[in-house]
């Protein structure tokens, strides 16, 4: 194969990943980021991120999951690293119907992974620590884990370079070109030109694409961290995910790293300006996590709470990616709509980069970004 030179925009997830598969894949690869792989205010900031393989019955993202996990693992093992830890998952559904499991059901078994049905006897039984009442059913998926987000970023980067990538600490402010894109020229002024361009730049994608204005919207998610009360700790509680009326969903990681018992939420309702806004607690969602957390495990209620961190989704109307090439360039794809749900899937996006650039095989026809012209937005991808 000539060399051909590819520039990636964005070290997160998915910048980082495509930039490593692509320069394995021979091509010779220019990674940019503004402020570095994984840091505190880009999508992959912090410290874990979920790779379950439940996903509401869609094909397509049962795929992704599987050769992501295959991934992960074999970069686990072959780079001697230990950024996945499994842990197991408990689904539970507060009085709405349990679809997201049944249909995820079917597709997983196919694949070899399991996710069961338990009775919430049973669950009371194993886990005593959990507060069932209100909660209709529950199901037990046993290969799911933590990823290890920052830090993984920071490693495939580190591998990218070993396998002779160049890195560049830079932003990029414009891009040049009509039918094309020539160049992507930095805030110091430095230009740089390559054959084929990637753009994965996150909650700052709309910067360089004004047009996905109207599709994407970036919003605000805290995370909570309390003190663990003895009994809530990742070798005694699994992960959990709650799904309760109006598309709501909370979710957490009991007690991992010393950091305490992790709190989050899927709901796009407080959007955030990822440059200006202010990072520090809301107090109307801490509020509203502390009342969460406190009802479903009542050994929590009053815990203090250890530490705080608000991150960004960057989600589509639909709640799916955006895999395509920018209308106005032939040469560039863009890698986008991540909606909160897409850290996992890094190794996976990645190796479809290279079948996209390489072989010229297009990403799934659900990532195109024309289905979401005219779209209303949804609440979460959970929403019927
Ligand atoms: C609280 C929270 C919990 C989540 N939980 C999960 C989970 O459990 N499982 C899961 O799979 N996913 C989860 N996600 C989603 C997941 O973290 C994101 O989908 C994913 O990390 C996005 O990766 P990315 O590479 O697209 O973007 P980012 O990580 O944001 O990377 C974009 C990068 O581009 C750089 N950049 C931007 N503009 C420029 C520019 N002009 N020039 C140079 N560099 C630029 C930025 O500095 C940044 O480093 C969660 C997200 C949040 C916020």
Known sequence: MTKNKIIVVGAGAWGGWSAYMLQRAGYEVTLIDKE?????????????RIIRMAYGGSQVYTDMVDRSFRLWEHYCEAWSEDFYHE???????RGVDPAYATLSQPLMREKGYALNKVGLDQVAKRYPQIYLKDITSAFYEPKVGYLEASRACKVVKAKFEEAGGTYVNNKVISIEGSSKVEAVICEDGMRLVADQFVFACGPW???LFPDLNSVINITRQEVYYYQSPPGHSG?????WLEFREGDHMYYGIPDHFDQGFKLAYDQRDWSLDPDKDDRGVTQVILKEMSAVVANRFPDLKGAELLKH????YESSLDGHYIMDRPDKFSNAVMLCGSSGHGFKMGPAVGEMVVSRLRDQKPFPEEFRRERLNGMRQAKS????
Do not use: Q
Request: hydrophobic share 30%; charged share 20%; with cysteine.
């Open 36 to 48: 570095g792989p994984g840091h505190e205010r880009a999508g992959s900031g912090g410290k874990t």
């Open 87 to 93: 842990k197991g998952s408990l689904w539970m559904f």
């Open 205 to 207: 994608m709309k910067a």
């Open 235 to 239: 070798d005694d509680l699994p992960i």
């Open 309 to 312: 961190h608000t991150c960004v």
């Open 381 to 384: 991808p959970y929403e019927a």
